[in-house]
């Protein structure tokens, strides 16, 4: 099993910052209101492997320095299996606010098991226009990748829709990490939806990787007044795989 799309999982952007192009012009729905401060957070989850409770997680947004900020995924499995498999994930993106942009500067991914080991660091060189990734990654991705301004992280993705999304909204951003690039596009619900998660029930939006490939499919639910998603769904060729539930959140 791979946790590829797992790093998606993971918003808050001054108000004064425009829209990305490449996203849909649409209006908030008058009883939706977008994140639009980037203040830190802290959201813990209940991850499921398979429809089974498997482990926990964290996604949270912290300070880093001036006009620096890091925001991290960690993923724990502690149930049977779930560590062998690779369920057990650190990734972290350290980025600065640059001309109304997110803009990745490092990114550190670190997966742990029984019989995994593996971790990957990449630098973002804005100045030379390149990005480049050493570690344990495949030799085809260790070679520098041209950036374009507005390229993201797939910690930063999550960020970005956090911040974007509005019912109806398309939205499309460039996913550079991990020695690759691609082009992601994300689809918002015309409406917000009873949302349950675990114990509580929220009004929230869908939104979800509109090009993914056939039988797969990423879904996040995102809250008002809620500043990390309330869920977070990955299912590849057609099985349920990946299952982030929100059980708790802080922030300021």
């Known amino acids: 099993m791979t946790l590829t799309r797992l790093l998606l999982i993971a ?24 994140i639009t401060t980037l203040t830190p957070f802290e959201g813990t989850y209940q991850a499921f492997y398979k429809g089974r409770l498997a ?5 949270a947004l912290a300070r880093a320095g001036a006009n620096r900020w890091q925001v991290s995924l960690e993923v724990r499995g502690k ?13 972290t993106t ?21 019989f995994l080991g593996k ?8 100045n030379n226009g390149t990005a480049q990734w050493r570690g344990d990654i495949d030799r085809r991705r260790r070679a520098p990748v041209a950036l374009q301004a507005g390229d993201l992280s797939a910690l930063l993705i999550n960020l970005a ?5 509005v019912p109806g909204a398309q939205m499309q951003y460039r996913f550079a990490d991990l020695g690759r690039v691609r082009l992601h596009q ?34 996040l639910w995102l809250a008002n007044g809620v500043p990390t998603p309330i869920r977070i769904a990955q ?6 795989t990946i299952d982030l539930q929100l059980i708790q959140y802080q922030g300021e």
């Open 11 to 34: 918003c808050l952007i001054l108000p004064t910052w425009p829209a990305l192009a490449a996203a849909a012009a649409v209006e908030p729905a008058p009883d939706w209101q977008p």
């Open 235 to 240: 299912q590849e060729d057609g099985q349920d």
């Open 55 to 59: 482990g926990d997680a964290t996604l």
């Open 186 to 219: 994300y689809q918002a619900a015309a409406r917000t939806e009873i949302t349950e998660v675990g114990e509580l029930s929220y009004e929230a939006l869908r939104v979800w990787r509109s090009n993914n490939s056939p039988g797969d499919a990423m879904v």
């Open 94 to 114: 350290l980025f600065e606010q640059h001309n109304g942009q997110l803009r990745p500067l490092t990114q550190h991914t670190e997966r742990r098991g029984l």
């Open 79 to 91: 149930r049977g299996f779930a560590g062998v498999l690779g369920l057990n994930l650190l990734q």
């Open 161 to 165: 829709i956090m911040r974007d999304a």
């Open 119 to 126: 971790k990957v660091e990449g630098s973002y060189d804005w």
